[in-house]
């Protein structure tokens, strides 16, 4: 079958707008015409990627209705509403890297195994949820990466509890997540570091209770003063050398003994294939502190209906996290919005179904 997709034709170069085909789902796949999706900061890292093969479809969020599905996907049938994430819906080990989709551009292959950047998408069915016929077809979207990767880390990486201190660095729509969920968990403090006062403002009116300017600031001893010597978590949702590096220092001091750990510091956000960063040995030695990667950490089949259930309940508002939304037309603007720093929140794409 035939549809349209936004193409990476070549680094450097302008997303195409174009037609793609779609040949019948394998025995695992399954195809789900979308209502939206996402546009994450994931797929400017992939497009700044020399290295990646091209074409290349884009995008790992976003929410439809399922209507074809191969012969060994028991999960969903056609007909279902889902959600297509980047998270497989069973455990593996790694990074894992299913096959290619199948679909191609102009004859020729797309390079991986999902994207959402396209009215109607080709993919494991490890990739795709059932929820119920109810969720809202636009703002539910972003459960598939934005909430499953911030709100995820609190709950899951971290186990944050009621009264737990916390500091986010980056709120962009990751960050938000984060601090959304910390807030349903009633930690207290609830710290927002970022460059922008507008995301700041935004943090605040999403669950933060201090925010930190770390242009204007010193980030880092801001953060201590406020936790009073250290936070129970802080979470990087941003990747960048400088902000791998500072997450760890913040978070509280423990000592000698048995159990008597300091602070965690939790890396969500993607850092780049080459990128180092330097960590004096003497946080984990001397003050027992510790250090976590997130990679997605959400139980898809599980979680996915609780993120769901607790917007419905008002708490998780991804209405009001959902400030941007773009056709696929617009798809380079949307991107250029989100690279310069002008998206609060997260943006999203809607398809006319």
Request: glycine share 10%; aromatic share 6%.
């Given at each position: 079958?035939?549809?349209?997709?936004?193409?990476?034709?070549?680094?450097?170069?302008?997303?195409?707008?174009?037609?793609?085909?779609?040949?019948?789902?394998?025995?695992?796949?399954?195809?789900?015409?979308?209502?939206?999706?996402?546009?994450?900061?994931?797929?400017?890292?992939?497009?700044?990627?020399?290295?990646?093969?091209?074409?290349?479809?884009?995008?790992?969020?976003?929410?439809?209705?399922?209507?074809?599905?191969?012969?060994?996907?028991?999960?969903?049938?056609?007909?279902?509403?889902?959600?297509?994430?980047?998270?497989?819906?069973?455990?593996?080990?790694?990074?894992?890297?299913?096959?290619?989709?199948?679909?191609?551009?102009?004859?020729?292959?797309?390079?991986?195994?999902?994207?959402?950047?396209?009215?109607?998408?080709?993919?494991?069915?490890?990739?795709?949820?059932?929820?119920?016929?109810?969720?809202?077809?636009?703002?539910?979207?972003?459960?598939?990466?934005?909430?499953?990767?911030?709100?995820?880390?609190?709950?899951?990486?971290?186990?944050?509890?009621?009264?737990?201190?916390?500091?986010?660095?980056?709120?962009?729509?990751?960050?938000?997540?984060?601090?959304?969920?910390?807030?349903i968990l009633e930690a207290y403090p609830i710290i927002a570091v970022d460059l922008d006062d507008a995301?700041?403002?935004?943090?605040?009116?999403?669950?933060?209770?201090?925010?930190?300017?770390?242009?204007?600031?010193?980030?880092?001893?801001?953060?201590?003063?406020?936790?009073?010597?250290?936070?129970?978590?802080?979470?990087?949702?941003?990747?960048?050398?400088?902000?791998?590096?500072?997450?760890?220092?913040?978070?509280?001091?423990?000592?000698?003994?048995?159990?008597?750990?300091?602070?965690?510091?939790?890396?969500?956000?993607?850092?780049?294939?080459?990128?180092?960063?330097?960590?004096?040995?003497?946080?984990?030695?001397?003050?027992?502190?510790?250090?976590?990667?997130?990679?997605?950490?959400?139980?898809?089949?599980?979680?996915?209906?609780?993120?769901?259930?607790?917007?419905?309940?008002?708490?998780?508002?991804?209405?009001?996290?959902?400030?941007?939304?773009?056709?696929?037309?617009?798809?380079?603007?949307?991107?250029?919005?989100?690279?310069?720093?002008?998206?609060?929140?997260?943006?999203?794409?809607?398809?006319?179904?």
């Amino acid at each position: 079958m035939k549809s349209v997709a936004a193409i990476d034709v070549g680094h450097g170069k302008p997303l195409v707008v174009d037609e793609i085909e779609l040949p019948d789902p394998r025995p695992d796949q399954v195809i789900v015409k979308l209502y939206s999706s996402g546009v994450c900061h994931s797929q400017l890292h992939q497009m700044h990627n020399a290295a990646n093969e091209r074409p290349m479809t884009l995008g790992h969020e976003g929410t439809g209705v399922v209507t074809h599905v191969g012969s060994e996907v028991t999960h969903v049938k056609a007909g279902d509403m889902a959600i297509v994430t980047w998270v497989p819906r069973t455990p593996k080990q790694g990074r894992w890297a299913p096959a290619k989709s199948g679909v191609t551009y102009q004859e020729k292959e797309v390079s991986g195994s999902v994207y959402t950047w396209g009215q109607d998408v080709l993919t494991t069915g490890e990739y795709v949820v059932k929820v119920d016929d109810d969720v809202p077809k636009d703002v539910s979207s972003i459960v598939g990466c934005a909430i499953l990767t911030g709100s995820g880390a609190v709950l899951h990486t971290a186990g944050v509890k009621p009264e737990d201190s916390v500091a986010v660095w980056g709120v962009g729509g990751v960050g938000i997540a984060a601090v959304q969920m910390a807030s349903i968990l009633e930690a207290y403090p609830i710290i927002a570091v970022d460059l922008d006062d507008a995301k700041l403002e935004f943090a605040k009116s999403m669950g933060a209770t201090h925010t930190v300017n770390a242009a204007t600031e010193n980030a880092m001893e801001r953060v201590i003063e406020i936790s009073n010597g250290g936070v129970d978590y802080a979470f990087d949702a941003i990747g960048f050398k400088t902000t791998t590096e500072q997450i760890l220092p913040v978070t509280r001091s423990g000592g000698s003994g048995a159990d008597n750990h300091g602070g965690m510091a939790v890396l969500i956000g993607m850092p780049q294939p080459d990128q180092e960063m330097t960590i004096w040995p003497g946080h984990f030695m001397f003050h027992q502190r510790r250090y976590r990667g997130s990679l997605g950490a959400t139980y898809p089949d599980k979680d996915f209906p609780m993120y769901l259930r607790l917007h419905k309940e008002g708490k998780l508002r991804l209405d009001d996290m959902v400030t941007r939304r773009y056709k696929l037309a617009d798809i380079n603007e949307a991107c250029n919005d989100l690279q310069s720093g002008e998206i609060t929140g997260r943006a999203i794409i809607e398809y006319d179904v």
